[in-house]
């Protein structure tokens, strides 16, 4: 008998392990119909992406408390991500306000807003500040705080008190997860509380987040799909978040890799 074909297998691996915590390789083997070896490559690929857990024998869910390294979120989706920012960027007008948060998709947003005229960006990632400080038509405005040396963001009660005292025209923020029923996830309080601050003073909020993010269950809770007013990701989301998505007219925006 044939075995279910690679993406069937990445669907099924996906749905077992978030309906049972951990799976064994071997008992995916035999429900897929393929070779221990062949689970243990999707498996390995799955955890590569962040989808799950790689464990001795088998695959479990990823931390609910323990984002992804940010070296190693940088390489992650690298094409996807700049696909993203790329048509995300396209949707900022000149002359716009605009706050960005934490996080390696709003950083290659930021990377592609270079060619703009006259924005006015208020962020607490000091990598977006020092890529868009040179251009001589913008202001940037950096969200004092404790700087964290492993990814350059700034967080703490001054940060989100900082952004409470602005509205700005757009408000671009990434997640860590996005659940089926449309709830944003992430793993840092502070980071929370920053990304609800840009929410609630952002005059349109749009979202950023790649293909991994879907099913992805973090701990802490950022907010709904309905706060936002676009949805920007490279692969069509499931179908439980494409109904959360039309229910609530969210625009939904999907980047096709090295668009």
Do not use: C, W
């Amino acid at each position: 008998m044939a075995g279910v074909p690679t993406e069937e297998r990445y669907r099924e691996i996906l749905s077992l392990v978030r309906a049972r915590g951990y799976v064994a390789n071997e008992e995916l083997a035999q429900r897929l119909r393929v070779a221990v070896q062949t689970i243990r490559r999707d498996v390995n690929h799955l955890a590569g992406i962040g989808q799950l857990a790689r464990h001795h024998g088998g695959a479990g869910l990823v931390s609910s408390i323990e984002n992804i390294a940010y070296a190693e979120r940088q390489i992650l989706n690298r094409r996807e991500k700049e696909a993203i920012g790329q048509i995300a960027a396209r949707e900022i007008p000149d002359h716009s306000s605009l706050f960005i948060n934490i996080g390696t998709t709003t950083e290659a947003f930021a990377r592609n807003l270079r060619h703009h005229q006259g924005l006015r960006v208020i962020t607490n990632n000091l990598h977006v500040a020092s890529t868009l400080a040179p251009e001589s038509s913008f202001r940037v405005v950096v969200a004092g705080g404790t700087v964290r040396s492993h990814d350059g963001g700034i967080t703490g009660p001054t940060a989100t008190a900082m952004i409470d005292q602005y509205r700005a025209d757009f408000g671009v923020i990434g997640i860590s997860g996005i659940e089926e029923d449309g709830t944003l996830l992430d793993f840092d309080l502070d980071e929370i509380d920053l990304a609800r601050a840009i929410m609630r003073n952002a005059r349109t909020v749009f979202l950023l987040a790649d293909h991994t993010k879907f099913g992805r269950r973090p701990m802490g809770r950022v907010g709904h799909l309905s706060e936002v007013q676009a949805l920007f990701t490279d692969r069509p989301p499931p179908p439980s978040v494409r109904a959360v998505l039309e229910q609530h007219q969210v625009a939904l925006h999907i980047a096709g890799v090295g668009a």
